[in-house]
C-alpha cells in the first residue's frame, strides 16, 4: 500500500434497526474507528432508528393526492405521504418530482417502502444536516474519535437510466471542494471549480451498501484525502435552468 | 479487514501522457493487478494518448458557433469544435448541453481545455466502450490478468453544484446492475431495479483523481462484488422526461 490507498469498510452484522435503537452505538460496537474516517450512513437505516416512518392505514389523501395517485398508478395514502414530504413540485407524472424543504431535489420526495413491515414508509429524516452532526457527535462521545459523516439516499438523475447513491446530509465536511484559484498540470487557473465530493463518496457508499436484501447500510472510507469548499450544493430556483423549464412546462 | 473490504488505489507517477503513449503498459509498470480489479482511467489521458486532441488555430469557427459563442463568452472555435463533437443540441446558453453520437448527454460536450497545452482541446474519446475494451485487453495480454474497465468523465448534473465523476465507456462488466426479482430484507419484491453501478465507482474514482494538479489519472478498485445486469444507460428521447421539457423550451 501507498499513501493514496483508500480501504472501503462495510459494516457487517447490524441487526434490522427498529425505532428507539442507538445506530451510532450499534455502528461503533463493529468499527474501530480512527480519525478522519468517513461514515456513509444510509437514510433508510437512520429514520428507523428514529420513527421516521408512517403507517400508511393512518393517512387519508386529499384530493391532489387521488387525482395524482390515478395518473401514476400508486396508492393515494403513499403519494399523500410524498405530498406531505414535499416543499414544492416539479413534476406530477410518470412521477412524482418535487423539493424537500431541505432543498433536495428527488422522486417521491425519497419516501419509500421498500426493507419496511408491509403497509409502513420510510420517510427521509427532515432534518439531514442535523442527523449527520448527531451521528458525528455520537461517535465522538463513544470513541473519541473525529470522524466524518455522511447521510445517504438513493436517487434517480437526468438523462441516464439506474440510481445512485448521493448525499442528503454531512457533517465534518463540505459538501463541495471549491478549486476556485487552483491551477491545472499546466498552470492555467481552472474553470471547473467546484467537485460534489459527498455525492461522489456517497455514491460509491451506495454501490457497497447494494440494494435488495444484503443489508449493509453502513460504510467507512479510510484515509480520504480533505478539502476546503462549501455547503451550497442546492442551486437557487433562478440558477436551476432543468427546473425552470420543467416548471414552464407544467404551467 | 473482513470480505467487504474494498481497497482504492490511485496510480501514482505517471508521466504527463503524450500522443502515442502505451497508456495500458504505462498503468501496468505501476500496478500489481489481480484478477477482478476494477480499472478506472480519465478520458483525458485516454484521449491525449491517441490524439484525441484539436488544435484551435485550425478550426474555422460557422455561424452557428458564432451566433452561440456571442451568447456564452466563449472562443468562437472552441463552441465548433464542441458542435463538432456532438449529434443534438437541448440547450445552447447559458451553456451548451449536447448529446454525443454515444449517446452520452454532457455540458460542452465533454470538450476540455484544462491540462492541455496553449492553445489545444482535449475532445472525448469518439468510442469509449470500444477505449475501454482495448484497455481491458491490453492489460490481459500484458499481465495476464482478467479485470475491469472504466472510462471516466466529469460532469455537472441537473439540481445539485458541482460536478461529479460518471462512467462513458466499460467493459468486462454492464453498466446497470438489475435487481428485478430480487426481495428486500422483508421478502418484497424490489421496486427500484437499476443501480447504476459503473457511475458510482467512477464518482468515487473522479474524487481520488482529484481535480487540479494532482494527476491522478487512473485509479484501481480491489475486491468490489461482481452484478448481473444491463448496459442500457441512455434514456432514448421518448422516455427522457428532462430532455423533452428543455426541448419544448427552446423550440
Redesign the interface.
Known amino acids: ?2 499513501s ?7 459494516v ?1 452484522g447490524l441487526p ?1 434497526i427498529q425505532q428507539g435503537d442507538d445506530l451510532p452505538a450499534l455502528i461503533c460496537e463493529r468499527v474501530a474507528f480512527q480519525d478522519g474516517d468517513i461514515l456513509a450512513v444510509a437514510s433508510s437505516v437512520y429514520s428507523k432508528s428514529k420513527g421516521f416512518t408512517r403507517d400508511l392505514a393512518t393517512i387519508t389523501p386529499g384530493a391532489d393526492a387521488v387525482r395524482i395517485a390515478e395518473k401514476t398508478k400508486e396508492d393515494p395514502r403513499f403519494v399523500q405521504a410524498v405530498l406531505d414530504s414535499s416543499a414544492d413540485i416539479l ?1 406530477e407524472y ?1 412521477f412524482i418530482l418535487s423539493e424537500l424543504p431541505s432543498g433536495h ?1 428527488g422522486v417521491r420526495a425519497g419516501v419509500d ?6 403497509g409502513r414508509i420510510i420517510i427521509l429524516p427532515p432534518d439531514p444536516m442535523g442527523a449527520a452532526a448527531e451521528i458525528r457527535d455520537s461517535i465522538r462521545r463513544i470513541t473519541g474519535k473525529n470522524v466524518r459523516v455522511l447521510i445517504t439516499d ?1 436517487c434517480g ?10 448525499a442528503i446530509g454531512w457533517a465534518g465536511m463540505t ?3 471549491d ?1 476556485r484559484g ?5 498552470g ?1 487557473v ?3 471549480t ?4 459527498v ?3 456517497a ?2 457508499a ?3 451498501m ?4 444484503q ?2 447500510p453502513a460504510v467507512v472510507f479510510r484515509n ?2 480533505t478539502w476546503t469548499g462549501h455547503d ?4 437557487t430556483p433562478e440558477q ?7 416548471k ?2 407544467k404551467d
Open positions: 500500500m501507498n493514496m490507498d483508500i480501504q472501503v469498510i462495510g457487517l434490522l413534476l410518470p431535489i417502502h421498500s426493507n419496511v413491515e408491509d438513493t438523475r437526468s438523462f441516464r437510466r439506474g440510481q445512485t447513491g448521493i459538501a463541495i471542494n478549486y487552483d491551477t491545472d498540470l499546466f492555467h481552472l474553470e471547473i467546484e467537485e460534489a465530493v455525492d461522489e463518496i455514491a460509491f451506495n454501490f457497497v447494494g440494494e435488495s436484501h443489508g449493509v480520504c484525502r451550497t450544493v442546492y442551486f436551476d435552468i432543468i427546473r425552470a423549464a420543467l414552464s412546462k
